[in-house]
Nanobody, 121 residues
Framework: QVQLVESGGGLVQAGGSLRLSCAAS????????MGWYRQAPGKQRELVAD???????KYADSVKGRFTISRDNAENTVYLQMNSLKPEDTAVYYC???????????????WGQGTQVTVSS
């Protein structure tokens, strides 16, 4: 059993900052990729940023220079620091991780329950 638990969402004014956290727990052997996706009303879920076990990162063009993803491998936790937030960043943010569980040979994809981020203008 694996769980991803997110925290840190909320309401913030444009130009403000929020920090999201996502902790993975359970029978984890290793985590290859951890990342954040978001889904706004009426839109498809999109990648915001991800970070691999070797610390390489990838960002959506819309958040480059404003958001920073990081991870604590010892704690199986990924963070998303969001600065200079804009109303168009409003969405439900989902944590995602590709996890190799103890006793299994292949990694599986896991999702958190989502956390709402609302940016007011």
């Amino acid at each position: 059993q694996v769980q991803l638990v997110e925290s840190g969402g909320g309401l913030v004014q444009a130009g403000g900052s929020l920090r999201l956290s996502c902790a993975a727990s359970g029978t984890i052997r290793s985590i290859h990729i951890m990342g954040w996706y978001r889904q706004a009303p009426g839109k498809q879920r999109e990648l915001v940023a991800d970070i691999r076990s070797g610390e390489s990162t990838k960002y959506a063009d819309s958040v480059k220079g404003r958001f920073t993803i990081s991870r604590d491998n010892a704690e199986n936790t990924v963070y998303l620091q969001m600065n200079s937030l804009k109303p168009e960043d409003t969405a439900v943010y989902y944590c995602n991780a590709k996890i190799l569980r103890l006793g299994l040979e292949s990694s599986l994809n896991y999702w958190g329950q989502g956390t709402q981020v609302t940016v007011s203008s």
